[in-house]
């Protein structure tokens, strides 16, 4: 089964700090990994794939197929960074989402 | 060259009443699934799509159904709507290997 864990609801940082979003992951295929972003309850928008291997607004995130994890991370956090970020994994035709982390950086 | 839209962007019902949510996309993606936002549970998906004529449940699929009778449609009705089904709906598409796409959402108050 597909199962996506992401263990913080919330996350609050100040500005220039570095950040870590964690994001586990179950699945028992050849998983493919993202990040999405929303803020102020707008749309998603997609900041991440992991087979881009590309950094968006300064968010890198690697695979760890060993741990599972695929946690998103920014070295020094900006205030418009603020917003809900979710991880998701596609498999079997279909996305799961994690429940989500809210990251509030604080000025 | 619209994207994905959703209709209607808000809407309030009373419990027991039926409603469909609408979904089209014009970018010929023959994913298409839909989601439910509550706080503190993320997304969670319904019902999706993988093509034409085929649909799956997912995650949270009772008291919702779907058909795919186009590529370019997939609404999402609720027959006999309940304040437990008070969320926000997001409808999503992708093709192939590529990402989804979001639509803006249609927030349901069922009072």
């Known amino acids: 089964a597909q199962r996506v864990t992401q263990p913080e609801k919330l996350l609050s940082v100040f500005k220039g700090a570095p950040v870590e979003l964690k994001c586990n992951y179950s699945?028992?295929?050849?998983?493919?990994l993202f990040w999405y972003v929303q803020y102020s309850r707008q749309r998603l928008q997609l900041l991440l794939r992991?087979?881009s291997r590309e950094s968006i607004k300064g968010f890198t995130a690697d695979l760890n197929k060993g741990e599972t994890s695929f946690h998103l991370k920014k070295p020094f956090a900006q205030e418009e960074d603020s917003a809900m970020y979710y991880c998701?994994?596609?498999?079997?035709?279909?996305?799961?989402f994690g429940q989500g982390t809210e990251l509030s950086v604080k000025p | 060259n619209a994207g994905v839209t959703q209709t209607p962007k808000f809407q309030v019902l009373k419990t027991g009443q039926s409603m469909t949510l609408q979904c089209a996309q014009d970018?010929?993606?023959?994913?298409m699934s839909w989601y439910r936002q509550d706080p503190g549970m993320g997304l969670r998906l319904i019902h999706y799509?993988?093509?034409?004529?085929?649909?799956d449940q997912g995650e949270v699929p009772n008291g919702y159904n779907v058909s795919r009778s186009t590529t370019e449609d997939f609404p999402l009705r609720l027959l006999s709507a309940a304040p437990s089904q008070t969320s926000v709906y997001f409808c999503?598409?992708?093709?192939?290997?590529?990402?989804?796409?979001f639509g803006s959402g249609t927030r349901l108050t069922v009072v």
């Open positions: 999503a598409t992708s093709r192939g290997e590529s990402w989804y796409t």
């Open positions: 699945y028992s295929g050849s998983p493919e």
């Open positions: 992991h087979i």
């Open positions: 998701a994994l596609r498999g079997g035709g279909k996305l799961i």
């Open positions: 970018m010929n993606h023959e994913y």
């Open positions: 799509s993988v093509g034409a004529g085929i649909t």
